[in-house]
């Protein structure tokens, strides 16, 4: 198995090839999605909803150099960066010389992914290079998949009508940080809102019967999206079946999701797979997915998309109908693909696809 050491070596040379594409010295990253990337998994968020990470990289044709203030630095020393290789550059927390140190060690010519000062532009370039997922991520995608799919479902077992969405959210997020992850996403719907929004941020709406829990969970920098359905008491025969529709909608999405392919294509499979439910329409109004990794989406599949479908390339596609919607998180190994996010003891319904049947998560009754 490749260490961290190695990875990180390989994830050097891959920034490297940016410094050619654009004749550059040095590529400087501070974005925490693009840091937990080049540093195989470091945690380098503090607020979570800020997109600077703790740290800065420069990357020059012979050396990597993590800049950082002298708060961050032990904790970054001893838990994130030991044994990578990286040049460490620390300095007092009231005197930031990041911006020095990046013309020191940068030179006049540098890209960057946030605006570093006098830097190109080059986050579609870095973007680019994350893919194909290097062995050590596709196992520590799986690791987060399996713990996404199970925090997701052990936490809607314990939901009981009566219940707040947030309540319920409450019981999915504990679940997720309880596996060492954090809810980059978290949504909750019950009844009526669930047919109202596609985005439902959780109010305190009371439960009768039906919940929708939605979740993007983030660990490593990795993303790993996935939805699951409830109901209490009998299943209504209409959401049943709009249920099996979109989960054979999804079952085509998934089949078309192959490396050769377009975005645009995959997304004309949905559009034609919608039109076969009898729903021409409905996919305009919430997007398809698309490729994820150390972002939600890395890109959204739109009509005509261009973006090739790659082996080692992370995807999350959510077709819905109003009402439910079928989620989960896969790996593209070329012409098969691997389910990441499945949810141990959940019902699941089997749809065509490509290759054969595919199961897909049921809406789990109580």
Known sequence: MMTAAQEFAVKCERVRSILDMHSLNAVVIQKATNLAWLLAGAECWIGRTVERGSCSAVITRDDCHVLMNAIEAPRLSAEELAGLGAT???????????????????????????????????????????TPLTPPEVERYRALGRDAGEALGVALRQVEPGMTEHQIASLIAREVLARGAQTAVLLVAVDDRAMRYRHPVPTDRVLAHYVMGVIVARRGGLHASATRCAYFGELPEELALKHQRVCAIDGLILGATREGATAGDVFAVAQEAYAEAGYPDEWQCHHQGGATGYQSRTWRATPGSREAIRAGQAFAWNPSLQGTKSEDTIMCHGREIEVLTATPGWPTVAVPSAGGALERAAILTA
Do not use: M, N, R
């Open 88 to 130: 460490v550059h620390e300095f007092a927390w009231h005197q930031d010389s990041t911006d020095d140190l990046i013309t020191t060690l940068g030179g006049a010519c540098i890209g960057s992914d946030a605006g570093a000062k006098g830097s190109q532009p080059i986050e579609g370039a870095l973007i680019a290079v994350q």
